[in-house]
């Protein structure tokens, strides 16, 4: 079975700082991994994916996540936080056996 | 492209009548899944179905809820009879192929049974 842990439901940086946001996979085949955001009243936008070609994969936005095996981890970040990266953030897995698992999802909040 | 059409963008019904939310998926993506988002329970996928055809419904809630692809361009999810604990953020996405590309996502219908 295939399972995605985001660590926090909610994030909190100051305008400027660093974004983390943590997510962890479990998965018995190699797996697909993704970045969405999700912006108030909207649908998700996917924001980067990897798909084994490069383990630092680089999104929309200047996001950026690492695939890390050995830490079965995929984690987003951002050097300097905007006020319009406000959103929800989730990360998803997928395998060749069919449809994309979710996370649960983190609030990011950035503070003026 | 104009993206996943999703329509309506917001309904209110009566508890009891039918609902009926529209999705027209990208053209050339094969694949096509429905989602439901609450507070309560996150994002849900209630089906999908590759080249039109469904291949897992396992989380359509109960027989209340149904869903149909016709054709490539169009897909409805349906809810007869509705019920308040229904009301959620309906979402449609589609996807080139099911593994590694990724979904687009709809913007949602917004939908309030009172």
């Known amino acids: 079975a295939q399972s995605v842990t985001q660590l926090g439901s909610h994030v909190s940086v100051s305008e400027g700082a660093l974004v983390l946001l943590r997510c962890n996979y479990s998965?018995?085949?190699?797996?697909?991994l993704f970045w969405y955001v999700q912006y108030p009243n909207q649908g998700l936008q996917l924001l980067l994916k990897?798909?084994?070609?490069?383990?630092l994969v680089k999104g929309i936005n200047g996001f950026e996540a690492e695939f890390k095996k050995s830490e079965t981890s995929f984690h987003l970040t951002k050097p300097s936080a905007h006020m319009s990266d406000a959103a929800e953030y989730f990360c998803a897995l997928n395998t060749n056996a069919g449809k994309s698992t979710f996370g649960d999802g983190t609030t990011l909040t950035v503070k003026p | 492209d104009a993206g996943v059409i999703q329509s309506p963008r917001h309904e209110v019904t009566e508890m009891g009548q039918e609902v009926t939310l529209r999705c027209k998926p990208i053209?050339?993506?094969?694949?096509l899944f429905w989602y439901r988002q609450t507070m309560m329970r996150g994002l849900e996928l209630l089906i999908y179905?590759?080249?039109?055809?469904?291949?897992?419904d396992s989380g359509m809630p109960e027989d209340r809820f149904s869903a149909k692809m016709p054709n490539a361009s169009f897909s409805t999810l349906k809810i007869q009879p509705s019920e308040p604990r229904d009301s959620a953020v309906y979402f449609c996405a589609s996807s080139e192929q099911v593994t590694m590309y990724g979904y687009t996502f709809g913007s949602g219908t917004r939908l309030t049974v009172v």
């Open positions: 990897y798909t084994s070609a490069a383990t």
């Open positions: 998965s018995s085949v190699p797996p697909y």
């Open positions: 053209s050339g993506h094969n694949s």
């Open positions: 179905f590759n080249n039109n055809v469904p291949i897992d």
